[in-house]
């Protein structure tokens, strides 16, 4: 039904399309709200509206096989994703906002390299999970329905206007398990969110893997003064996660940047300050499930830098992502690991002490 209107607009050259979306040539993902709609009963709705489905065998299929179905699918086909099994792929420019299921809140529009994050996160249904940097939301539904709804799942954003978006979208997904904070993650502790177990980290970063980002204007201007402020922030945030949950034992850190200043130097830069003895490190980046069937890795200056990955426009027909799994591997008894500010303030008291003291 709906795709038969969708030929007609096109036919008629009605088709309304954005000057950026001209230039994308990425596939439409639509990922299923499985808290209100089963995978399965998505396909078959599709189907009944003359969608034809591209099958395959999801254990079989490699990686390269699967990218040659998406960029070969004609005007009426869509595939299953090969890792996300609620994400479906359809063809460039699909129009999907004013679909019943997109407007009833049943699928999201989300792009597979934003889906990864969450996905690689896979807090445990019941678990408790906080989602650091959260509006406008896109990876905080798709937490709540990894996490069937069940358990906690804070969401927090320090920008009033993304957090009421973020509010929006959590009702919109009857995203039940979600606590909604607006506040400075700087500000927030254990105590807000007692037992966190799992961590997303999706700062705000350069975008520069983003396909639909405009033309950065003055890019010397913006590279220079901007990323340094970003990847200081960034560190930051990154730190803060891992020093300042004693109960979490995954974090996932992502940015939609393709910027190694970015991605593994903030990862290393912190690692470095948390993992004080390097022979007996209390987080470590680890393996995914992607590994086998993925291209590209982290960069190998980084022991563990193979072990995280990006998403590549040309290649994987997605934004352009980066993704670093970090797990606990030990406690941290010692509590040896505080946060650089709080260092940076203690020796300022100290040097305060000294100085009055000499007076
Ligand atoms: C890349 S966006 C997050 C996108 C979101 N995870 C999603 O998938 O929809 C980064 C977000 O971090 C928020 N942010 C930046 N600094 C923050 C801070 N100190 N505390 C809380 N949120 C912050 C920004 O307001 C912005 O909404």
Redesign the pocket.
């Known amino acids: 039904m709906f795709l038969a209107e969708l030929k007609e607009s096109e036919k008629a050259g009605t088709l309304k399309l954005d000057s950026y979306k001209e230039r994308d040539s990425r596939p439409r993902y639509v990922r299923v709200n499985t808290l209100s709609l089963k995978v399965r009963a998505a396909m078959k709705m599709f189907s009944n509206e003359d969608w034809k489905q591209v099958c395959y065998d999801r254990k079989s299929e490699d990686y390269s096989s699967f990218l040659n179905r998406v960029t070969s699918l004609a005007r009426d086909e869509f595939i299953q994703d090969l890792h996300i099994k609620e994400l479906f792929i359809f063809p460039n420019k699909t129009e999907f906002y004013r679909h019943p299921l997109y407007i009833g809140g049943s699928i999201i529009l989300?792009d597979k390299a934003?889906c990864l994050?969450?996905w690689l996160l896979k807090p445990s249904p019941g678990s408790i999970t906080l989602?650091?940097?959260?509006?406008?939301?896109?990876?905080?539904t798709?937490l709540a329905c990894l996490m069937k709804n069940k358990g906690t799942l804070y969401a927090?954003?320090?920008?009033r206007g993304?957090?009421e978006t973020?509010c929006k979208?959590v009702e919109k997904h009857g995203a039940t398990c979600v606590k909604t904070l607006c506040?400075?993650?700087?500000q927030?502790e254990a105590k807000h969110c007692p037992g966190v177990e799992y961590i997303?980290v999706?700062?705000?970063?350069s975008?520069s893997g983003a396909v639909e980002q405009p033309i950065v204007k003055n890019r010397e201007k913006f590279n220079a003064s901007r990323l340094q402020s970003l990847t200081r922030?960034q560190s930051?945030?990154l730190r803060h996660a891992l020093t300042r949950f004693p109960d979490v034992k995954r974090i996932v850190y992502?940015?939609?940047s393709l910027n190694i200043e970015e991605n593994e130097m903030v990862v290393e830069d912190v690692l470095a300050s948390v993992n004080t003895d390097a022979s007996d490190p209390i987080f470590e980046v680890v393996d995914n499930k992607l590994k086998c069937k993925w291209i590209h890795h982290g960069s190998e200056d980084f022991e563990w830098g193979p072990r995280c990955i990006y998403t590549k426009p040309d290649i994987d027909l997605t934004n352009g992502f980066f993704i670093a799994v970090i797990d606990r591997v030990r406690s941290d008894e010692k509590n040896i690991s505080r946060n650089e500010d709080e260092k940076e303030e203690q020796k300022h008291k100290k040097r305060k002490q000294l100085k009055e003291s000499k007076i």
């Open positions: 989300q934003s994050a969450s989602d650091m940097c959260a509006a406008p939301g896109m990876k905080t798709h927090v954003d320090s920008v993304r957090y973020l979208q506040m400075d993650a700087f927030l997303l999706d700062p705000t970063c975008g922030l930051k945030l992502s940015t939609c």
